[in-house]
């Protein structure tokens, strides 16, 4: 062994053992976790250690793509598992268990990044973190013994084929979320969500087999890009409308030319909302205009 690698190694122990002192000091213990973050799988039967410090880091890291979780577990075996459906928009799960094993869920969908921060800092003191939520019960039926899912699959789920599943998501979008009609960057994964538990099924305690993951990931593919599409044509059709009213509006100021400042200009003045990515693709097509009238 060399004196660089020994070096390293008593590095790493004594970096290991002053993240030790740091958590007890700050009144929280060295806690258990695990997680699928789409690059790194950690089950809850071999859950690693983690600080106070790298558990924050995790949580800020945690990507938003369906899939994902986040949970810990401490001294007194009580378990908080998390999972991030948009950027500040979270899941907790507490599962509840007595003599006989698991007998209900605390959970709460409402949660803000900020909010999961202040829960985990909770939990790794020892403070009392419900308060902190609305939780609620999810279920009273214990799991199985040998189960690979904590919710049954409905007989829609089976029966339905890939394209039958995404039509019937994008018939529930429209009419329950009509917002995402109008998105210029539609986000299907939470309000997909809302739709599986309508089914009665919790995509966050669902382990399905195989197959039928694969079901519900290609039919959430299929209305996430069916929506990015329609938002690109809003978008082009909107950008086609404006254009004929920003030449005619150049010409009449004079402009044989016209900046980003002035197509701001112009849509500050109609009170007309517009991104800045749009905006540079209408000043590229009015100088088209401009130029070869």
């Known amino acids: 062994m ?13 970096k290991a053992d002053k993240e030790r002192i740091m958590a007890t000091k700050m009144g929280g213990l060295i806690l258990n976790f695990f997680k699928d973050d789409g690059k790194e799988y950690i089950s809850a039967e071999s859950p690693k250690e983690i600080t106070l410090e790298l558990a924050l880091a995790e949580i800020d890291r945690l990507p938003s793509s369906e899939g994902n979780f986040l949970g810990l577990i401490n001294d007194k075996d009580e378990t908080i598992q998390f999972i991030r459906f948009e950027e500040d928009g979270w899941l907790i799960d507490a599962p509840i268990t007595g003599e006989d094993g698991y007998s209900y869920s605390l959970q709460d969908d409402s949660l803000t990044t900020e909010k999961v921060r202040d829960i985990v800092r909770r939990f790794f003191s020892g403070e009392d973190w419900k308060p902190l939520c609305n939780l609620r019960k999810l279920s009273e039926t214990p799991y199985e013994q040998g189960e690979t899912h904590y919710t049954p699959i409905p007989k829609e789920l089976k029966e339905k084929s ?9 018939e ?28 009665g099924v919790d995509m966050f305690l ?14 959430e593919f299929i209305v996430q890009k069916e929506f990015e599409e329609r938002a690109l044509r809003r978008r082009k059709q909107r950008i086609l409308e404006l254009k004929p009213r920003v030449v005619e509006w150049a010409k009449k ?20 909302s517009l991104t800045q990515e749009d905006g540079r693709v209408l000043a590229r097509l009015v100088n088209l205009d401009l130029k070869n009238p």
């Open 2 to 14: 060399t004196i660089q690698n020994s070096s390293s190694l008593r590095w790493r122990n004594q």
């Open 206 to 219: 669902f382990h399905g087999d195989a197959d039928t993951r694969i079901k519900i990931d290609r039919a």
């Open 253 to 272: 100021n004079g402009l044989g030319k016209i900046t980003q400042a002035d197509i701001e200009a112009f849509l500050l003045t109609e009170e007309i």
């Open 172 to 199: 529930f979008l429209e009419k329950e979320y009509p917002e995402l009609l109008e998105s210029k960057r539609p986000a299907v994964i939470r309000p997909l969500y809302t739709y599986w538990k309508k089914m």
């Open 162 to 170: 890939v394209e039958e599943l995404a039509k019937s998501m994008i």
